[in-house]
């Protein structure tokens, strides 16, 4: 019961989280088959939440045995289907719990259940794969289970960290475990495994070869957006990648000088307060529209101020950036249910009529959808006001953004 209502909530959440969710076969993943779901693992628990709702089935979770840390937490998180995995860090002795964990994903296996494992052991916010850990190729492997198939899939976020982006979930071809040669070593079927599944991840799977590159790539990405948005931004980033990969080897006197642009490009806007949305084109017509929106938007901006204000207290308290997308949607869902459950309560015992709530609502998710485009405007004023104050400084930007996009033009 607790995992179907989680379950439907956060279905509606993550299409009001995400601006545009790409799938990928997801629909052709069998529903009666026993599997073994695994993929990259780089926005936290923001990655579960994802494959639980975008998956036509229903799942089981092996999560971190720190969650667990509580008689409520555990009761909770195992009403979600949630079952704890230990690692070295909870101690020695605390490994071997993992077997009795292990146990229980056979028994479901056995039942044609779907046990989600992401095989990297922790999360990174990066877009890269990390080693595996053994613990997938173990449980697949083992001698009571037959039929096992392992689903990997591939998540790529466009920007982890921001309300409003993008993502692109992508199901791979199956990997049947009992077609794997029964003769060779235990040992020797595990690597092969791991290896098939690694493969079939880093194939399809947006990748920044370099850690040293991944500011510029990501001022690339963000780059690329103003002039070819229509293609899904995965297509659009691995072109990006290819491009300066070949490049650095061909030329890399010129790969150096583009970066050296960017980075250049991306003082210049910072010292000045301007990002990279000023130079997004809104159309003459969308501003009028926005202008003629203002009004409202403001209003709604008055209507969300609380639950903002404390979403932000929330996030302030993350030490660890990597949770700071998956907090957020999370805290912001049940701050913003209660907010605005409260709201339309005091509006119905003050007899306020139902027309003037639904505005309420109304101005509430314009601001929302809204905000970002007044960003852009306010991107632009800053732009205008740079250039008849410090013309100079306005041309450099000017010539270096121009430079940029010839340069993607290429791609």
Not at 134 to 142: F, M, T
Request: glycine share 2%; hydrophobic share 45%.
């Amino acid at each position: 019961m607790v995992y179907r209502v989680f379950h439907f909530l956060f279905s509606l959440v993550v299409k009001v989280y995400f601006k545009k969710i790409y799938t990928h076969a997801l629909k052709a993943i069998p529903q009666n088959q026993a599997l073994i779901i695994c993929s990259n693992h780089g926005n936290s628990f923001l990655d579960a939440v994802l494959l639980a709702v975008l998956i036509p089935r229903k799942i089981h979770f092996l999560a971190r045995a720190d969650v667990f840390n509580s008689p409520i937490k555990r009761w909770f998180l195992t009403r979600l289907n949630m079952m704890p995995i230990y690692r070295l860090r909870d101690g020695r002795e605390a490994l071997t719990l993992n077997n009795e964990i292990f146990d229980r994903c056979a028994t479901l296996l056995k039942k044609n259940e779907a046990i989600l494992i992401f095989p990297e052991g922790n999360c990174v916010v990066e877009k890269r794969l990390r080693d595996f850990k053994s613990g997938i190729a173990d449980l697949a492997l083992r001698d009571d289970l037959k039929n096992i198939a392992v689903l990997s899939l591939t998540i790529d976020y466009e920007q982890a960290y921001e309300l409003q982006t993008q993502v692109s979930v992508t199901a791979l071809p199956l990997i049947l475990i009992d077609e794997l040669n029964p003769q060779d070593e235990l040992k020797n079927r595990k690597q092969l495994l791991l290896k098939s599944i690694r493969s079939s991840i880093t194939a399809q799977m947006l990748i920044i070869p370099n850690t040293a590159d991944d500011s510029f790539y990501e001022f690339m990405f963000e780059l690329s957006k103003q002039n070819l948005a229509d293609e899904p931004f995965v297509n659009r980033s691995k072109k990006i990648i290819t491009h300066f990969e070949t490049q650095k080897e061909e030329n890399q006197s010129l790969f150096i000088a583009t970066k050296n642009k960017v980075e250049e490009l991306k003082n210049l806007l910072y010292v000045n307060s301007i990002t990279l949305k000023a130079f997004h084109n809104l159309g003459i017509l969308k501003v009028s529209i926005l202008i003629f929106m203002l009004p409202l938007v403001l209003m709604g901006f008055i209507v969300n101020y609380l639950p903002s204000f404390g979403v932000s207290q929330i996030l302030k308290q993350i030490k660890d950036k990597q949770f700071i997308s998956a907090v957020r949607m999370v805290s912001a869902t049940f701050i913003y249910i209660i907010y605005m459950i409260l709201i339309v309560l005091l509006f119905v015992m003050i007899d306020v009529d139902s027309f003037y709530i639904g505005v309420l609502l109304f101005t509430s998710i314009l601001h929302y959808y809204l905000s970002e485009n007044y960003l852009i405007i306010i991107g632009k004023m800053k732009l205008k006001l740079l250039k008849m104050k410090h013309p100079d400084k306005y041309q450099c930007i000017k010539e270096l953004h121009h430079a940029l996009l010839r340069t993607l033009h290429s791609v």
